[in-house]
């Protein structure tokens, strides 16, 4: 079974990709956990260093890139494993980013997505933006601003693939939030909890 797990920066992806697998695993059953990374925060750090601002068609090629690989190392990884695949991060998180930087979908990335397997389930952790600022603030590892979370959020909502998705509130209590992936998991059919 393959997940993939959206949501913007803040909304606990990581920790709840990590929290499932761990229960799988504690369970007896295989898991593994595959992240899709696409060098965002060490952009952000090496440019907050450099005291400049990535001009937006060089970050997204850079991002792109290096999430492309990430994510066909994944698959290639997953083609290969029997249980539980969780991807932390996919294209579609490209997709909703460029939205929000106003640059176009293109046609590579969709093309992709449309050729590679597709997933069992793409969950979406819905997070308030204010909360999810915070939350980065805290780790003082990456400088999003609240105004680039609301419009990753809306970039998010914007994609045709959204309706699609698994919408989960991530701001429910972590053990809530673990039996509601484990839900999905277990097969049970759901669009939105």
């Not at 696409?38 to 991002?63: F, K, T």
């Not at 999003?144 to 045709?160: H, I, K, M, N, Q």
């Amino acid at each position: 079974m393959l997940i993939v797990l959206t949501g913007i920066d803040g909304s606990g992806k990581s920790t709840a990709a990590r929290a499932l697998v761990s229960a799988v695993r504690a369970e007896g059953g295989s898991a593994l956990l595959l992240s899709n990374h696409a060098g965002r925060r060490s952009m952000s750090v090496l440019g907050q260093r450099l005291g400049i601002r990535w001009p937006g068609r060089l970050a997204d090629a850079v991002e792109t890139t290096l999430r492309t690989v990430n994510v066909l190392l994944s698959h290639a990884r997953a083609s290969r494993f029997d249980g539980l695949v969780m991807m932390d991060r996919h294209l579609y998180c490209q997709l909703a980013l460029r939205t929000a930087k106003g640059l176009p979908r293109g046609r590579f990335v969709p093309m992709l997505l449309s050729a590679l397997p597709a997933p069992d389930a793409v969950v979406h952790l819905d997070a308030d933006p204010a909360v999810a600022h915070g939350r980065i603030v805290a780790r003082g590892t990456d400088n999003e601003t609240l105004a680039e979370l609301v419009s990753f959020r809306d970039g998010y909502r914007s994609l045709p693939e959204y309706a699609q998705f698994t919408v989960i509130d991530a701001g429910v209590p972590a053990a809530e939030l673990l039996a509601r992936l484990r839900s999905i998991t277990d097969g049970e059919t759901l669009t939105s909890i």
